[in-house]
């Protein structure tokens, strides 16, 4: 049957096995799905593929023997024969390894200003006509005085809306527990239709128990038990909203006739921490406008509402408190070599070390350190939602450079440098005594086996690291442990319909400019480590198109995360220049022309890298700021605004639906919007039963959903 097949279809078929959905992939189609970001995501990828391809010409081809014909290893050290210990010092083409270095830098300096000309600044993404306003007092609730206080003075400025702030935070909670009531209810309405009451344990563990003897896991009616809980929660959301209105921030967002009226305001308030004043009028005494802060307001969309209530000392307390805890243990107790030491302590890995099993020595703290460098970034993306960020792109913008330190710190400076303990950290920290023999310990930087260890790791990377990508091994232990404590049906179709997330941007880009840093810092030293991060980019980039385009929800990003990931490519160079300078500094002496070299290299591209950031960073500045005014709905008159999405609004979304806040015999979801005592209506009830059918049936199926109901509060 096989030799039937004709050649072609056989060809399709492995084509189709080997990744064949990923390559099959169109760029337009992957952009039209999932956004101008991937756009930006990918060309960024393919401008790292082609640079380290452009980077395995010389190392391979002239680095690479150069080491290879050196005379300073034994012929029996094959790996280390491949790295600059085997090139003499005495020998002048040390001068190669300087010169390419600095090379490779302007090389990839080149290629991410390629890069960044293919940004599009989205300005359909960003409101210039509204301002967010802090430290208003928090006693005045009539708009009123906020636009006279402008009108005076500001002569000319017409303000069109005026939001108020409140805290939300009890009351988002509140409603998505009474959503979920209300989806039990409708779904077991609808089962006790067509097979009779429906019995149900509540207990998050009672799938632990599968007999009926023990009473906390006693079962009820279904139906009845969803009723009485969308009740309670319905009455308690009530009750919170009515309180809401006292519970105002001392945040303001206030929208503009156009632009330019916005640019002015902006300026007056710039010098204000100065001790400049801003204009006055008659009621800055009564709005305290001396105290205020103006700041250009991000899209309603982008911001968190439930967490604009967490401020100053609370925020930076919590904030400085959080990154200590991280600083502390990934920097001193996550690094492999550091684990793998205390554990030699107690004498628990002496006897595997006598077998001299390279699997042992060189695969597992490879293996290792890539296991830690997957849950770091998850413990970071984590760590972010409890730094309580006021909007999601500086929430993703933390993450990204979070990481990004953390992994650089974890995976290459602090194994680079041969600190392999805690006792031997804080002594070449603090020990005076100790610091007279530092540099026998940063002679690791340079042994050969300490390359080996990064080949591993991206070899770990490239084929173990991409592979667990498509199983996606932590969301689905996440998915089985969230399906697994969920108490009813209901609740199990929810978390189908809400399994897929977005596409992490920092995250992923930390992980990739991590190995992409590991690579360019040792493509001089141990120029065989390029190919295989070359394999790494391939290998990722093929996993990121076929998860972005079939597994990921789509994203929209501010376009600082991007330029984020810029300015770490540009950073990676200079690792390279770094051990260069450490090579020669030991090596060569610090009086040698080839450390003068490096020295004044290092700091040429250092000036370089500072200066194209900064020119970037004011090109954004520059751009957020559009010549052209853009008609968006917040400048429509107040009286216009009823057909205003309320998507588009900057008032939080659990106070934009007032149909809502209704007693559960009125609530949507038994379709009653008119009054507050009429009961549902047969044929409403039915209507309602059976929409809420439909929806159960079609999401266990439907591909590249995105987070509703808690997602477009939080």
Known sequence: MISKVPLDSQACVCNSFDFGYAREIQNEDLISKCGDDARIYIMFQYHLIIFVLILCIPSLGIILPVNYTGTVLDWNSHFGRTTIVNVSIESKVLWLHSCFSFLYFLINLVFMAHHCLGFVPKKSYKVTRTLMITYVPTDIQDPEIIIKHFHEAYPGCVVTRVHFCYDVRMLIELDDQRRHAMRGRLYYTAKAK????????????????FCKCWTCFKEVDAEQYYSELEEQLTDEFNAELNRVRLKRLDLIFVTFQDARMT???REDYKYIQCGVHPQQSSVSTIVKSYCWRVALAPHPQDIIWKHLSVRRFHWWARFIAINTFLFFFFFFLTTPAIIINTIDMYNVTRPIEKLQNPVITQFFPSLMLWAFTVIMPLIVYLSAFLEAHWTRSSQNLIIVNKCYIFLVFMVIILPSMGLTSLDVFFRWLFDIYYLEQASIRFQCVFLP????????YVITAALLGTGMELLRLGSLFLYSTRLFFSRSEPERVHIRKSQAMDFQYGREYA??????SVVVAYSITCPIIVPFGLLYLCMKH??????????????KLNEQIHMAAVYQAIF???????????????????LHTITFFSLSTLIISMVIAFVSTLLGKLQGVSDYEPEEEMETVFDMEPSSTSSTPTSLMYVAT????????????????RHTYGTMNRQPEEGEEENGVRGFAQELGSAQFQEGLELDGQSQYH
């Open 194 to 209: 067509k097979s009779g009451k429906v019995m149900i344990k509540t207990h998050p563990c009672s799938r632990l128990c």
């Open 263 to 265: 640019k002015h305001i």
């Open 449 to 456: 086996d300490n390359g080996a260890f990064f080949v591993n």
């Open 511 to 516: 992980w990739m400019m991590n190995v992409f």
């Open 542 to 555: 093929i996993t990121d198109r076929y998860n972005m385009y079939y597994s990921y929800a789509p994203t």
């Open 572 to 590: 990676a160079p200079l690792l390279g220049l770094f051990w260069m300078l450490f090579f020669s500094i030991l090596r060569l002496g610090t």
């Open 654 to 669: 659990v106070l934009q639906e007032p149909e809502m806040n209704l007693s559960p015999a009125s609530s949507p979801a």
